[in-house]
């Protein structure tokens, strides 16, 4: 069966700190990965999407995330964070989504 | 502007009602979603269509039906709701072969 794994729950960074959330699926077949955003009472929006070509996928805000295949991975990264990327983050494949990670940046 | 809307954004209801939560998109994708979205369990698929006539069930499908009559609309329908049913609710839609959604802005079901 599908399965996506988060490593973290909940992260804490201050500003301009750099940031790598986790993501490892498992899932038999060609995949396509996605990273999604919700803002504070807000949906959910789409950050990046990996469906083939290029692994290190660029995504909106300065995000990007890269697929290593041999490991099953999709960790997002973004060099320097901002107060408003305080969030909630969730990696999907295909139509199955992770529990979410808590971004907190402290100003 | 083409756009996903959910209706209604908040409901509360009573234990063993039926209830309907309304899902119309205007991009004419093919495939659209309900999930459920809970503390400490992210999103949850409840039922999928991939196309008018078609419905396929998600991970967590008990207790909850969906039809599909058109392109533009997906409600989704709680049998007699349950307490354990309180979650907000996502619709979301995706172009046939893809699954970059777009997402409907939720709506917040409470059952007392």
Redesign the interface.
Known sequence: AQSVS?HNHHVILSEAASLELGCNYSYGGTV?L?W?VQYPG?????LL?YFSGDPLVKGIKGFEAEFIKSKFSFNLRKPSVQWSDTAEY?C?V???????TRLHILP | DAEITQSPRHKITETGRQVTLACHQTWNHNNMFWYRQDLGHGLRLIHYSYGVHDTNKGEVSDGYSVSRSNTEDLPLTLESAASSQTSVYFCASSEQGSYGYTFGSGTRLTVV
């Open positions: 988060q396509n996605f999604y807000q949906h959910l929006q789409l999407k969730f999907a295909q139509i199955i989504f992770g529990k979410g």
